[in-house]
């Protein structure tokens, strides 16, 4: 396991799937590397899609920036379902220090984001503990129903499926490192790539993309699978995409889409856009004849998007084009924002 971050893949393998409690043949999808959600198999053809995130509680973000990531980093994934989420348990272990007023602050927003997408807090469990002194306040589950054959999983891509990425690299990375280190990034970038920055953080949800993706009026059934982009960044998220369904895929560098704003502050933090937090983004496998189809509808919702590759058989492994060469596509189990943030920290940038 690493010191932080989400645990290794081999750590996952070997620690998590052995050790799943009872097997029941309802469970249609349980815990997977690179799959975002469980399915259950529900009486008259429904099917129970639930998600599990922690909940983030960041003080140099603020209040409203920490349940706004609370509540749409769960959403993010419900969204690759094609269906919106409906309900939330929520599981708060907050620190000591926490006054009752920051508190009905930070409640009011996870209040105010959850009732804006139609979700449901139906329970959960709320306390203090001591000691408790790190930006994670606790943990959320996020469901839903919907028809069972029409919930798609990240694992259901196939061999020549073309990728599209949405938004672009890097979004939610760029954001919080210029919000937490202001002072830092207007001095050694300027103020206009700041406040650049700071206006990604409200681009992190994703659940417009995937529900325009699918079509959630018409059910648009071309849509094969999606995985949004969190740890690991947009080729995490492809990687995973590709071991959970079983295949290979070969991606074209040059087209990620990655902005001046995004690749300037991570310079600055010395991290890889491609591989950094990308929260907003959603990677989209799309039966090839349909790819335009699924591009024109999500630009005519405003929705950037974006080809950068295709899912290929399994035996041709998980390629990466940089200048024109292949090479194996590498993952990194840890992702490297997580260092930037807290040697910044560290170093005593403001």
């Known amino acids: 396991m690493s010191l932080s971050g989400k645990i290794t893949g081999e750590g996952f393998e070997h620690i998590i799937l052995p050790r799943r409690g009872r097997q029941r043949n309802e469970v249609l999808s349980g815990p997977a590397f690179g799959v975002d959600v469980s399915v259950i198999n529900l009486p008259g053809g429904l099917g129970l899609a639930l998600t599990s995130d922690p909940l983030s509680l960041i003080p140099s973000l603020g209040l409203q920036e920490s349940a706004w990531l609370s509540v749409h980093l769960m959403a993010n994934d419900m969204a690759t379902t094609g269906f919106a989420p409906q309900y939330a348990q929520m599981v708060l272990n907050l620190p000591p220090g926490l006054s009752e007023h920051d508190f009905i602050i930070y409640w009011d927003h996870i209040h105010r984001y959850c009732d804006e997408i139609g979700v449901a807090i139906t329970g959960g469990h709320t306390g203090s503990i001591e000691g408790q002194n790190s930006t994670i306040a606790g943990g959320g589950t996020m469901l839903l129903t919907a028809p069972v054959n029409d919930i798609l999983l990240s694992k259901n891509a196939r061999p020549g499926d073309v990728i599209i990425v949405t938004k672009q690299c890097a979004m939610s990375s760029a954001a919080i490192l210029a ?172």
């Open 179 to 350: 919000m937490s280190f202001p002072e830092t990034v207007k001095n050694k970038l300027g103020t206009d790539i700041y406040n650049r920055g700071c206006e990604l953080f409200y681009q992190t949800s994703s659940l417009k993309d995937g529900l325009t993706a699918a079509d959630v009026e018409k059910r648009f059934n071309k849509v094969t699978a999606m995985h949004d982009v969190t740890e690991g960044g947009v080729l995490g998220a492809v990687y995973e995409m590709a071991i959970a369904s079983g295949n290979g895929v070969t991606i074209d560098s040059g087209l990620l889409p990655i902005g001046e704003v995004q690749s300037q502050i991570c310079q600055l933090f010395n991290i890889d856009p491609r591989y950094c937090i990308g929260a907003g983004a959603m990677v989209i496998a799309v039966k090839e004849e349909w790819s335009r189809n699924v591009m024109q509808r999500l630009n005519e919702n405003n929705i950037p998007a974006t080809v950068i590759g295709h899912f290929t058989e399994k035996q041709k492994g998980c390629t990466l084009i940089e200048n024109g060469r292949e090479k194996p596509l590498p993952y990194f189990s840890k992702d490297p924002y997580w260092d930037a943030f807290f040697n910044a920290y560290k170093n005593g940038w403001k």
